[in-house]
Structure formats: C-alpha cells, structure tokens
C-alpha cells in the first residue's frame, strides 16, 4: 500500500486502512513511547491520543503531509513531538499497575438471574450513596454500558487519558462506598 493510499483511507476513515496504519506503525509509536516517558503509561491510550490528533479538524495533521520525505519518517518526527507535548503537558498518566483497573470476565458469569438482579441492586444502591455523579456516570457508560472511550471522552470535552483518570478514581471511590457500607451492616 502506498503512503497516498494510507493518508487517503485515513482521511476518508476506511476501518480496514486505518487498522492497517495502526498495525504498521505501532512498532514506531511502541518505540517513540518507550524513547519519551521515563515511566509506565498505557500504550493503547497514547496511541489513541496520537489517532485523534492526526485526525482533529478533519484530518488537518494528516493533509499536511506534503511528499518531501516517505510518510514513515515523517511520522516518526510527527510522533516524537506529539508524544513529548502531551508528556510535557501531563496529559498522559503514570500506569504504575500492571493490573487491568476492571476485570469484565465473568461479570455475567452467575449461577442464575436472581442473583444477577440482587448484584445490580447492591451496585445501583453504591452508586445512590456516591457523592460524585461525574463518577456514577464514568462508571456506568464505560465499565457497565461497555462504551466507547472515546466517544464518552468527547461528550465529556475530555481527553481519553483524563477519562481513565476518572475512571480509576471512581473505582477506588466505588470501593470506599462498599467497604464503608459493609462495615455499617456487618457490625
């Protein structure tokens, strides 16, 4: 595929082309992410972010590419400088765990409905005792509605690494709730 047909699938945003771009490419975003941040950060939402803005304003980054070199190099430069901004600018956070901050296997795995019902209950009652709705909402549309990322973070008017912020945030606020509500009921 030439450097024309990629940049035109990505305008155009062809799924098949842009999972190609991605697949290609991801050895150089893996390296510039490795090369820029001096601790661990989530390399599917770097990769993201860096999707995003080479399609901001339709596509502007993408159409300023003018042929003076192969795209590839163009991009490695591209990247590094997209990568060390948001570095700079503390938009990407340190990912000091190397656990998932959610499990969903087996979410849906009981015995039966009853207790199916009983655990939305349990969880919609934690919800109710949250002070913070822009948790209760982060939670719902992202880890229980299973939504995109992205589309929450734009609805939002956030980037997608501040809506992993909240997200980790309104768990451990999540697990405040429930401890606190057992320790009421167990004693």
Same mark, same amino acid.
């Given at each position: ?26 050895? *150089? ?22 999707? *995003? !803005? ?5 596509? $502007? ?8 070199? /192969? ?29 998932? *901050?959610?499990?969903? /296997? ?14 939305? $209950? ?12 822009? !948790? ?5 549309? *992202? ?6 990322? $992205? ?7 956030? /980037? ?24 009421? !009921?167990?004693?």
């Amino acid at each position: 595929m030439t450097d024309k047909e990629i940049i035109d699938g990505l305008i155009r945003r062809d799924n098949r082309i842009t999972d190609y771009f991605l697949n290609k490419y991801r050895p *150089l975003f893996k390296s510039a992410i490795a090369l820029i941040f001096d601790y661990h950060v989530d390399e599917d939402e770097c990769i993201n972010e860096l999707y *995003l !803005y080479l399609m901001k304003n339709d596509a $502007e980054k993408l159409k300023s590419f003018q042929n003076r070199s /192969t795209f590839g190099y163009w991009l490695k430069k591209v990247v590094i400088r997209f990568f060390k901004d948001i570095k700079d600018a503390g938009k990407v956070i340190d990912d000091k765990s190397e656990e998932p *901050l959610f499990d969903k /296997t087996g979410i849906a795995d009981y015995n039966n409905a009853v207790s199916a019902i009983d655990a939305r $209950e349990d969880l919609e009652h934690l919800f109710l005792l949250m002070n913070n709705e822009r !948790y209760v909402a982060v939670l719902r549309t *992202l880890v229980i509605e299973d939504k995109d990322p $992205e589309q929450i973070a734009a609805v939002m008017g956030i /980037t997608v690494a501040n809506l992993y912020n909240i997200k980790k945030r309104a768990l451990a606020s999540l697990v405040k709730v429930a401890i606190k509500y057992m320790n009421k !009921y167990e004693n």
